[in-house]
């Protein structure tokens, strides 16, 4: 099947400091991408829809500002999580959407756990 | 919210075969039922998606009752690795991909 690869799987920064998190469609084109966080037994959340060469939608209660995205290519986008508090603190899971695919043309990326000291 | 209801959790013996339903009364003409899984720190899996017919495919198994209110997702010999939480999800099946995920069914399978 279609692979999403996400980097990095894991980081730990300190409280203030930015972190990017790719999300790399490595097979296939797309045209649409969604970030997702996943607190510790909880289910995923939709963040944002990114498409590629607009700008991302932001779910409500998501602040835009704090979570950059960036979907400047079709097999590429990035969350950028700015002045990382340790509330940031979680996994984050980004999807794409398989360019003119049909149902069930969603692949998911393996996530990034985040830990901000 | 999300716009199916799974049971928390259910258990399975290995090698025998895992029933997990969802319920999907609002689901309109145009959703497709999916079925996602996720093992423990991965991200989802797709198994399966279906409209209205029953479909079957190397994962699993997908019983949709005929008024699509509910759903069946059938995994015929669960094995160890089956263990997951799994995620009944309704939605758009054209150009939105937009998925909201509920809490799922915790998955185990017992030796």
């Known amino acids: 099947g279609a692979v999403v690869s996400q980097h990095p799987s894991w980081v730990i920064c300190k409280s203030g400091t930015s972190v990017k998190i790719e999300c790399r469609s490595l097979d296939f084109q797309a045209t649409t991408m969604f970030w997702y966080r996943q607190f510790p037994k909880q289910s995923l959340m939709l963040m944002a829809t990114s498409n590629e060469g607009s700008k991302a939608t932001y779910e409500q209660g998501v602040e835009k500002d704090k979570f950059l995205i960036n979907h400047a290519s079709l097999t590429l986008s990035t969350l950028t999580v700015t002045s990382a508090h340790p509330e940031d603190s979680s996994f984050y899971i980004c999807?794409?959407?398989?360019?003119?695919?049909?149902?069930?043309?969603?692949?998911f990326g393996e996530g990034s756990r985040l830990t901000v000291l | 919210d999300a716009k199916t209801t799974q049971p928390p959790s259910m258990d399975c013996a290995e090698g025998r075969a895992a029933n997990l339903p969802c319920n999907h009364s609002t689901i309109s003409g145009n959703e497709y039922v999916y079925w996602y899984r996720q093992i423990h720190s991965q991200g989802p899996q797709y198994i399966i998606h279906g409209l209205k017919n029953n479909e079957t495919n190397e994962m699993a198994s997908l019983i949709i009752t005929e008024d699509r209110k509910s759903s069946t997702l059938i995994l015929p010999h669960a094995t160890l690795r089956d263990t997951a939480v799994y995620y009944c999800?309704?939605?758009?099946?054209?150009?939105?991909?937009?998925?909201?995920f509920g809490k799922g069914t915790l998955l185990t399978v017992n030796p």
């Open positions: 999807s794409a959407a398989r360019l003119a695919g049909g149902p069930g043309e969603l692949f």
């Open positions: 999800i309704s939605a758009d099946g054209g150009s939105n991909y937009k998925l909201t």
